[in-house]
């Protein structure tokens, strides 16, 4: 099916455990981002990806980390997952047109984490 | 940076009723905003977007937003709010010149009740 996917939808996991979350679009747009939101905080952006192979930090960055070997997957690993990192985390792209910067991000239904 | 408030955590409005989600923002140079709306347990839809033209800004939904430059506003509005509009909606903001970043607000939580 056309558009954006993530998985898994729901994932507990342990404090130290590694995780990972999938990302998936079948747009080919040029730009990945992955957010955190998290309540009185609204999304916060942790990385994003421009093209493949071309990722870049945002505002939230420590203890993640991703990947973009192709343009319609953005992985976000959680390296050694903390209780901080418990959150609603949403992935989302946009298209490049003349530069990119009025073209509307579309999100993926979000993956649910709970570090226990 | 880029910035937007959003200065109301929550908004109750009667089913019928006009619905004014309100957002300022700061940016230097042009600003490019956007509007969205998250149901429960949902990912962030996106509602409409000024990049340049005519101040008014009609959308999904029947919803419309009102770029303000003096004020550095972009108020999302609806002449009769549903129940259904009951929803978190996220003001956000790019800045011109290719970077490709949103800065959102808080979000604000509207209840229409019916």
């Known amino acids: 099916d056309a558009g954006i996917t993530q998985s898994p939808r729901y994932k507990i996991t342990e404090t130290g455990r590694q995780v990972t979350l999938m990302c998936h679009q079948t747009?080919?747009?040029?730009?990945m981002f992955w957010y955190r939101q998290d309540l009185g905080h609204g999304l916060r952006l942790i990385y994003y990806?421009?093209?493949?192979?071309?990722?870049d930090k945002g505002e939230v960055p420590d203890g993640y980390v991703v990947s973009r070997s192709k343009t319609e997957n953005f992985p976000l690993t959680l390296e050694s997952a903390t209780r901080s990192q418990t959150s609603v985390y949403f992935c989302?792209?946009?298209?490049?047109?003349?530069?990119?910067?009025?073209?509307?991000?579309?999100f993926g239904p979000g993956t649910r984490l709970t570090v226990l | 940076a880029q910035s937007v408030a959003q200065p109301e955590d929550q908004v109750n409005v009667a089913e019928g009723n006009p619905l004014t989600v309100k957002c300022t923002y700061s940016?230097?140079?042009?600003?490019?905003l956007f509007w969205y709306v998250q149901y429960p347990n949902r990912g962030l839809q996106f509602l409409l977007k000024y990049i340049t033209g005519d101040n008014l800004v009609k959308g999904s939904y029947g919803f419309e937003a009102e770029f303000n430059k003096s004020q550095t506003s972009f108020h999302l509005k609806k002449p009769s709010a549903l129940v259904s509009d009951s929803a978190l909606y996220f003001c956000?903001?790019?800045?011109?010149?290719?970077?490709?970043?949103?800065?959102f607000g808080k979000g604000n939580q509207v209840v229409v009740i019916p």
């Open positions: 747009w080919s747009h040029s730009y």
């Open positions: 940016v230097s140079g042009n600003p490019y």
């Open positions: 989302a792209s946009s298209e490049s047109l003349g530069g990119g910067a009025g073209s509307e991000q579309f």
């Open positions: 990806s421009a093209a493949a192979d071309i990722t």
């Open positions: 956000a903001v790019r800045e011109g010149g290719g970077n490709n970043r949103l800065a």
